[in-house]
Each structure stands twice: as C-alpha cells, then as structure tokens.
C-alpha cells in the first residue's frame, strides 16, 4: 500500500538537534536573568535594613555600583536570548519552506492535507514571529516562579502561602482561558482560511466571473465570511481580552494585599521593612510570565494549533540511502491492481480507481476514453506519480514509481494536465521547467516536436517573450502547445496527456499527432485521456472507464467498433410516436413524414 505522506497522522519534531541545543541555551540564559531578576529586591533590602540603619554612605556608594554592573550584565543577557529566540524562528523557517512547501503539493489529492498545506506559510510565519516576541521568553520565565515563592517563604512563611494562593489564582484563571479558548482559535483561523481561498480564487478568475455576472454573488458570499471569520476573531479577543484584564487587575490586588500582610507582619515585629518591600516586588516578578502568558493566550493556542497542523503535514524523513539512483527506465509501463480511495467531504472513502491493471510496451500508445467522471485524470495523476494509488502499484521498466528519486523520475515523465497551467515567466522558462541549466538546444526540440517553434516566433521577443500568472497573454491553444513542448522536454520515456487537444485547432492536433509518432518511435510509452477521437489517432490499444473501472480494453480499432456499435444501438432506438396531447409534436412529425 502506498500511503500519502501527507496524510500521515504521526507527530514529527519540527526542530532539528542545533534549534534544541539552541533553546537550551536559551533556557540557561533565562536561569541566570531570572536570578539577576533579584537584585532590585535585594538591593532594595539592603538598603532599608543596612543602610538606613547605619547611615553608611560607603555601603550605599559599593551597594549601587554592584546593582548597575548586575543590570548590565542582565540586560545584555536579555538581549543575548532574545536575539537566539529569533534565530531560531527563522532557522525553523528556513528548514521547513522547502519540505512544506513539497508537502503541499502532495496533498492536492486529499481536501482536509491540501486546506492544511495552504495555510502552512501562514502557520510557519507564525511560529517564527512568536519565536521572537516578549512572550515566547515568558515561557522560559515562567518555570522560575516557584524560585520565587520559596524566597518569599523564606522572609516569612505567611508571606509564601499568601504569594502562593496568587499564583495559584493566576493559573486557574489561565486553565479557564485555555479550555474555553481554543475552540475560538480553531474556527477564527478555519474561516480565515476560507476567506482566504476564496478571494484568491476570485481575484484569479475575475474576468470569468464578470462575463458570467457572477461577481456580484460570489462577492456577497466573499464578504459574509469575511464577516463570520471577523465575528470570530473578535469573539475570541474578547474572550482572551476579558481573562487577560482579569488576570492583571487580581495580579496588581495581590500585591496590594502582599503589602498589606506585609504591614501587619511589620507592625506585629514579624518582619523588617525591608522584607516586607522586598517580598512585595518579588511577588510582582512571580506572576508577571504568568500574566504575560494569560494575555498572549490566543497566541500560544494559535502557534500549538500551527504545530499540529505542521508536524501532521510534515513528510516523516527518510533514511539515508533509501532514495538511491536507479538504471534510466525504458518506455515499460505496468499497472498492477491499482485502486484510488479518497474521503469525501463527510470523510466517507470514495473509490476513483478500482482494480486497475494493463502494461504498455515502449513504442506503444494507449487511449484512455470514457464519460466525464469517469476517472481519467485520476489514472493521469496516477501515472505521472503525482497521486499514490492507495493499493496497488505502477512500475516503469522494472522499478516502481516511488522508488525513483524525484529528479529522476521528473525527467523520465511527461505531463501535460487537463486544465493548463503554466508560470510567471519567459517561454523558455515554461518549456525548460524552470531548469536554470537546461540547453538551447534541448529547449528548441522540444517546442520543434510539439509544433510550437514557428508560433513562438511570431512573438516579437521569441522564446524570451515573458507571460503572466497562469499563461495570461496567451491563447488557450497557445497555452496547450506551450505546456505540450514542457512535456515532452528532454525526451521523457514516458508521455502522460490529459485531452491534450482540447484547444487545439487542426493544425495543432496534427502537431500533437506528430508528436506522439515521434514519442513511439523514440520508444516512449505513451497514455493518452480524450473525449475528441482525433486524440486517439496514433493509439495502438484503448481503453474504456466507466466509474473507475475498466469495462473494455484491447486494439483500438476493436474498441472502437464495439464502443460505435453500442452508440449505434441506443441512437438507432426506435422514437416514441407523437403525443396528440402535444400539438407540435404532431405538425413536427408531418414535416417529418
């Protein structure tokens, strides 16, 4: 069975072991400022116990001098894991834009992957913004809190149960907001996405949807969950909001009351002044990282609701050596038992291809017909390796399609989609797959073979001629033969089209027609997906879908006989006579007769 990666339930760690040794030194860092956090209460100590009570200047002048070198140093160390926070946000980025950005485009075959592989950069940025803000270091802060307790405890055991039953108070306040809390999150940034993906698709087809006067709707309907995903995010600031101002008001009254049991402790002889200020700033440095971490809970919910979609996302790795370089494959194509499973929208299994097996010799081509819905594009995706069969398998020559390096397989496979889709750039670009070191010369037979090198031409700057997003500037035949010459650069052994020919006018289609001859004679195995018959032209077999299943295979001429005389069959059904009840029925009859 071969299962798609990004389907892959298992956790994998986003960080590598130099982004671990890196927040570990961040945490060790953090065990130094926090305890450098105690010079002010200390400080603070000294002087309301010592000095004041001596009256000595000298102590005052060495006290405030060790304070300033202690701040210092505090501060550059501050700065220090600051500065390692944000490196390894963007370490992680950098890591991951490569294989999410692959897994993403795994994931096209499966809805629930591919709505998770487009909100990824968002999801990675996230992480990498959090990385460097005020409060990923409250994290590393917060650990320290008990420290601070004990020391409180220390200058008087009433004052440790007080600063305790606060923190206490401040966590609990932070379980309601987390508990409460997430769902929010989940579908504010769930009906962001939706927005998201809708305005895209608008903006990309605005000139179909105005020709077809469905801007105005879909407008509408873009605008009402702009609004639902706003009502949302409000809806969770508020909710994060009112804990959050909660959480700093009983903080601020905890201290108040600190002081406050401080005082009678003073005034019952218990405790100096000093001790009693003391415990009260301490007390403040205790549940600042927990009142950071309350008002940045949205926050942390989004970024752990991120890592779960990313580690979900994320290929597991490979071993070394797995992927090793086999023999260039010939033109050998099998289809052993493949069987494509998806999930619908209600997550039910829906069966695109079933028990599909047939194999292809090099030189041969292969028709692919049936009605639409019938699963040709499926086998398409199959066959190019875009898509894994959920059982079964396919091999080129003798060594199954994932067990060819990408690379390799990419060059021994041509694809030409049904819907086309070509890239920013030049023509030549487009044709050459974006390969900064492919040849000229590889570039001009390529277009030569598809019938696109005197059209190219015609353009005033040639093969340099740049286009736009998805082919703007260009036909929709222009288009085909563009995308045709990009499969068939550099002699792939095995040719995969998708109704190549369907914007192709005649001279186009005997181009095409060119180019699969040249592609058999080469030895290439050619699969050809068509509803025009002039696809087939150059098919030595074909093959018949109908709901995923293959319901005839053989020469094509056989085929096609029984494909026409069934068609002959139910076009040559005898017509119901005339209804009375139906007046034009009648006159059209006797026209007819």
Not at 213 to 241: C, F, I, K, V, Y
């Amino acid at each position: 069975m071969h299962r798609n990666k990004a389907q892959d339930p298992r956790k994998k760690s986003l960080l590598n072991a130099t982004q671990r040794r890196l927040l570990w030194a961040i945490a060790g860092i953090s065990t130094i400022t926090n305890l450098l956090m105690l010079t002010g209460p200390l400080f603070m100590l000294q002087v309301y116990d010592r000095v004041l009570a001596s009256q000595s200047q000298e102590t005052l002048l060495v006290l405030i001098a060790l304070v300033a070198f202690l701040y210092i140093v505090m501060g550059l160390l501050d700065h220090a894991r600051g500065r390692i926070a944000a490196r390894v946000g963007a370490q992680l980025q950098h890591q991951l834009d490569r294989p999410l950005f692959q897994a993403s485009l795994n994931a096209s075959s499966d809805r629930k992957a591919d709505a998770t592989a487009a909100r990824a950069p968002q999801d990675l940025t996230m992480l990498q913004q959090l990385s460097s803000a005020p409060l990923f270091m409250a994290l590393f802060d917060a650990p320290w809190v008990p420290l601070f307790l004990c020391i409180i405890a220390l200058l008087h055991p009433l004052l440790g149960l007080a600063a305790l039953g606060a923190a206490l108070l401040i966590v609990l306040i932070g379980l309601a907001s987390h508990s409460k809390g997430r769902d929010l999150v989940v579908a504010s940034q769930h009906s962001s996405l939706h927005s998201d993906l809708l305005a895209r698709q608008i903006a990309q087809n605005g000139t179909t949807l105005k020709t077809m006067g469905l801007q105005d709707a879909l407008l509408e309907r873009w605008r009402n969950t702009r609004e639902l995903a706003l009502r949302q995010t409000l809806a969770s600031q508020d909710h994060s909001g009112g804990f959050g101002a909660s959480a700093r008001a009983l903080r601020l009254f905890l201290q108040s009351a600190l002081l406050a049991t401080g005082a009678w402790l003073v005034i019952q002889a218990e405790l100096s002044p000093g001790a009693m200020v003391a415990a009260t700033i301490i007390l403040g440095r205790a549940l600042a990282p927990l009142d950071q971490m309350i008002a940045g809970w949205p926050q942390i919910q989004a970024a752990l609701v991120a890592m779960d979609r990313l580690q979900t996302l994320l290929p597991d790795p490979e071993p070394a050596g797995l992927r090793m370089q086999l023999p260039p494959p010939n033109g050998a194509l099998t289809l052993k038992s493949v069987n494509v499973r998806l999930p619908d929208e209600q997550g039910m299994a829906r069966s695109l291809l079933h028990d599909i097996s047939f194999t292809l010799g090099p030189g041969q081509a292969l028709g692919v017909i049936g009605p639409s819905g019938a699963g040709k594009s499926t086998l398409a995706q199959v066959l190019s390796g875009g898509m894994s069969p959920t059982t079964g398998e396919v091999r080129l020559s003798a060594g199954r399609l994932d067990h060819y390096p990408p690379e390799q397989l990419s060059r021994a496979i041509g694809y030409l989609q049904q819907s086309v889709i070509l890239f920013a750039g030049t023509l030549r670009d487009n044709i050459a797959r974006f390969d900064p070191a492919a040849e000229d010369h590889a570039v001009f037979a390529a277009a030569m073979a598809a019938g696109a090198h005197e059209m190219i031409l015609k353009f005033p700057q040639g093969y340099d001629t740049r286009i736009g997003l998805d082919g703007s500037g260009l036909s929709g035949g222009q288009r085909q033969r563009i995308a045709l010459a990009r499969a068939l650069f550099r002699d792939p052994v095995l040719l995969v089209l998708d109704e190549p020919n369907a914007n192709l006018d005649d001279a186009g289609s005997r181009a095409l027609n060119s180019a699969i001859r040249s592609a058999k004679l080469r030895g290439a195995a050619v699969v050809i997906m068509a509803h025009r018959p002039s696809a087939i032209a150059e098919c030595d077999l074909l093959m018949k879908l109908d709901s995923g299943r293959v319901s005839a295979f053989g020469p094509t001429e056989q085929i096609l006989r029984q494909v026409t005389r069934n068609s002959a069959d139910i076009l040559h059904t005898p017509p119901r006579p005339p209804n009375p009840a139906f007046p034009w029925e009648l006159r059209h009859a006797e026209r007819r007769s």
